[in-house]
Nanobody
Framework: QVQLVESGGGLVQPGGSLRLSCAAS????????MAWYRQAPGKERELVAT???????NYADSVKGRFAISRDNAKNTVWLQMNSLKPDDTAVYYC????????????????WGQGTQVTVSS
């Protein structure tokens, strides 16, 4: 079994910062691409940022220059540093990862965290 546990959400004023964390645990051989998604009320879930195992990053245009994704492979953890937050960033943020559970299997499995609420409001 694999679990992704997110933390760090909360209420912040416009222009403020938050740092989200996501720790993966369980039967994991190798974590591949890790990502953050978000879903605002009444909207579809959207990709925010991705990071490969080697550290290659990609961002949605809406967060470029404000958000930074990073990871620690030894700790199976990914972070999302969010700066200059705007009300439009209000959403539930979800951690997502692709992983292999065994050295003898090439099957890539995909997992989601439970989500953490980020609210940007004055």
């Amino acid at each position: 079994q694999v679990q992704l546990v997110e933390s760090g959400g909360g209420l912040v004023q416009p222009g403020g910062s938050l740092r989200l964390s996501c720790a993966a645990s369980g039967n994991i051989f190798s974590l591949n691409t890790m990502a953050w998604y978000r879903q605002a009320p009444g909207k579809e879930r959207e990709l925010v940022a991705t990071i490969s195992r080697g550290g290659i990053v990609n961002y949605a245009d809406s967060v470029k220059g404000r958000f930074a994704i990073s990871r620690d492979n030894a700790k199976n953890t990914v972070w999302l540093q969010m700066n200059s937050l705007k009300p439009d960033d209000t959403a539930v943020y979800y951690c997502n990862c692709n992983l292999r559970r065994s050295s003898t299997s090439m099957v890539i499995e995909n997992y989601w965290g439970q989500g953490t609420q980020v609210t940007v409001s004055s």
